[in-house]
């Protein structure tokens, strides 16, 4: 039986199988400076592994059902994450804080990091990209109620002390949440899925129409099973790095957020080279659409299932952020959404982006 197609060749079939491998040893074994390399040699073979795939499944289904798969394969790993790592601090209060620390950096990175890198990876080979401005205008409004709902407003509130909510105002909240998220998607993937299709011409183009070489329906499946194994690779290996990155942060003195950020990075990784990839590939489009179907599955599902978690183990989430991440945010969605409002790209934003990435993660680590 052959392993490798048109769509799957080896390499792609069995890193994460080679990843999945390695992590049962680093699971089993000893912590040790050799565990610790190979767990980093395992997490980057599953990210490259696993942006393949992803585009293999993006190739089959067209846009943007493509990038949605990967942004709720992400964000449902992340959520897993996040709850597993509150399950085992417990009573212990910087649990409290994680969700809202992780989720604020995937926004930070998604709206700075993946849209800066993109477009001026995009930029530089291909001088000025086109995108639609319908698709990032109601993906900027979806992301702003949301993350102002649950990132800024706890701060303001009367009923409960501190950057918490009430129970009953935290139900509401991820209920509102959860419904933003999924009027969003239904916009993206039925209502309006014209406005995410890439432009061609000047016209949206379906790329899953009539292409000849579309991947199989048997590769699309092992492609979304490789997916799927590489993430859980991929997070999983962070987690059994993070006592070693956290005795790193502790030698030099780092804020505790900078545990939610470093979860982040690596979260988001696969995503943030596909988004690159797809510039590179003079699809910007196809890069926007990652960024913001990732920001917005990101907190859209992770606040409801957290709050769900909070409010049945009785423990005080701590969503609201402090004056200076509040004043980073407003400034990040400002900017993006007077970069992104010509519907072309150039340098220029990029780099804007990629300095407010830098402004915020400095802040981070030097509060």
């Known amino acids: 039986m052959k392993f490798t197609s048109t769509h799957n060749p080896l390499w792609a079939t069995s890193s994460p199988i080679i990843g ?4 049962l040893v680093g699971i089993v074994a000893s912590p040790s400076i050799f565990i610790n390399v190979l767990l980093v040699v395992c997490l980057t073979i599953c990210v490259i592994a696993a942006v393949h795939h992803a585009e293999v499944i993006a190739h089959r289904v067209g846009e943007p059902y493509g990038t949605l798969v990967l942004a709720l394969a992400v964000t449902a790993i992340e959520v897993a994450l996040i709850v597993s790592m509150m399950i085992a601090g417990g009573e212990n ?3 409290f804080a994680l969700a809202r620390d992780t989720v604020f950096a995937a926004v930070m990175l998604i709206l700075n990091g993946i849209i800066g890198f993109s477009l001026l990876a ?8 086109t995108y639609q401005i319908d698709s990032i205008t109601a993906a900027l409004i979806t992301l702003t109620a949301i993350v102002t709902l649950t990132l800024v407003l706890p701060n303001y509130t009367s009923s409960s002390q501190g950057p918490t909510y009430t129970s009953s105002q935290l139900l509401f909240v991820a209920i509102v949440t959860l419904v933003l998220f999924v009027a969003f998607t239904v916009f993206q993937t ?6 995410f299709l890439p432009l061609v011409e000047g016209k949206p183009a379906d790329e899953s129409v009539g292409d000849i070489d579309k991947p199989s329906k048997g590769e699309t499946i092992t492609s979304l099973v490789l997916l799927l194994i590489g993430l859980a690779v991929v997070v999983i290996s962070a987690k059994k790095l993070a006592p070693t990155l956290e005795l790193g942060l502790e030698a030099v003195a780092a804020p505790r957020s900078v545990v939610g950020i470093l979860i982040a990075m690596i979260v988001l990784l696969p995503e943030g080279v596909a988004a690159v990839r797809a510039a590179l590939n003079d699809r910007v489009q196809t890069s926007l659409n990652l960024a913001a ?3 917005i599955a990101s907190i859209g599902l992770t606040i409801p299932t957290v709050a769900a978690l909070a409010l049945i183990m009785g423990w005080p989430l701590e969503l ?9 945010l407003l400034i990040s969605l400002f900017i993006t959404s007077i ?13 804007v982006h990629i300095t407010l990435l830098a402004v915020y993660l400095f802040m981070s680590v030097v509060p």
């Open 293 to 295: 179907g990732s920001a």
């Open 190 to 195: 039925i209502d309006h899925r014209d406005y």
């Open 320 to 328: 609201g952020l402090d004056q200076k991440s509040s004043m980073l």
């Open 93 to 95: 209060s910087g649990t």
């Open 20 to 23: 999945l491998l390695i992590l």
């Open 122 to 129: 995009g930029s530089r080979k291909h001088h000025t990209q």
């Open 339 to 351: 970069s992104l409002r010509t519907g072309k790209t150039n340098k220029l934003i990029g780099m």
